[in-house]
Structures are given as structure tokens and as C-alpha cells.
Nanobody, 128 residues
Framework: QLQLVESGGGLVQSGGSLTLSCAASGFTLDYYAVTWFRQAPGKEREGVSWIRNSDGSTTYGDSVKGRFTISRDAAKNTVYLQMNSLKPEDTADYYC?????????????????????WGQGTQVTVSS
């Protein structure tokens, strides 16, 4: 059965770093486009970062460019999100999602309704 599990969330001080993991089971994650989304209470779900399945192309939301890095480790069937220079406004629940078709197209990568497979989420809290 297809499954995604996020881990690595926690409490970190402003300016600190945190690495999130999205581990897949039941399928090979390298064949899927993967996007990290985040959502804070009362706010819209926001696309954070995307990595394409075919060529490894990446996209970052404007609010995280220069601070976050998405990557894959095929041997571990895992996608990572390295988050540096964290700010209180980064506080949210972070979810990874995998998909084919529309999610493989950069112009549609942050359209969350197109994704079929989601992890349970991991909480990130950034304190001042």
C-alpha cells in the first residue's frame, strides 16, 4: 500500500535549522513528483518546495527561496526538506505529497488538489 510518512519536525529557535524527511513505502518515490506543503491554523495551504520525478528540477515558494532546499535520497526512498534561517512565520504543519500527471508539471506543482498521496504531517514551531 502506498504510504508517505513525514518526520523531523519540532521546536527550533529563530535562525535555526531543521531537516524534514518524507519516507515512502510501497512504491518508488523517485518516480513521483514530490511537494512539501505547509498550513498554519486559519491560513491557506501553501506550497513550499517541489522536486520533479524525471529530472530533479526544483521549485521553491517565494517565502522560502534561499533558505530551504529539497533533495532526494533514492537509497532511502526519501525526500528531504532542509530548512535554514528559520523564522517564526515558518511555524506550521508540514506535509509531503506525491503525484504523477499534473504534479509533474512545474506550473501546476503547488496545486494541492492534484496530489493523491499525502503524509500525516509533522509540526514545525519556530520560536523567537
Amino acid at each position: 500500500q502506498l504510504q508517505l510518512v513525514e518526520s523531523g519536525g519540532g521546536l527550533v529557535q529563530s535562525g535555526g535549522s531543521l531537516t524534514l524527511s518524507c519516507a515512502a513505502s510501497g512504491f518508488t518515490l523517485d518516480y513521483y513528483a514530490v511537494t512539501w506543503f505547509r498550513q498554519a491554523p486559519g491560513k491557506e495551504r501553501e506550497g513550499v518546495s517541489w522536486i520533479r520525478n524525471s529530472d530533479g528540477s526544483t521549485t521553491y515558494g517565494d517565502s522560502v527561496k534561499g533558505r530551504f532546499t529539497i533533495s532526494r535520497d533514492a537509497a532511502k526512498n526519501t525526500v528531504y526538506l532542509q530548512m535554514n534561517s528559520l523564522k517564526p512565520e515558518d511555524t506550521a504543519d508540514y506535509y509531503c505529497a506525491a503525484g504523477t500527471g499534473g504534479p509533474t508539471v512545474q506550473a501546476m506543482c503547488f496545486m494541492w488538489s492534484l496530489y493523491d498521496y499525502w503524509g500525516q504531517g509533522t509540526q514545525v514551531t519556530v520560536s523567537s
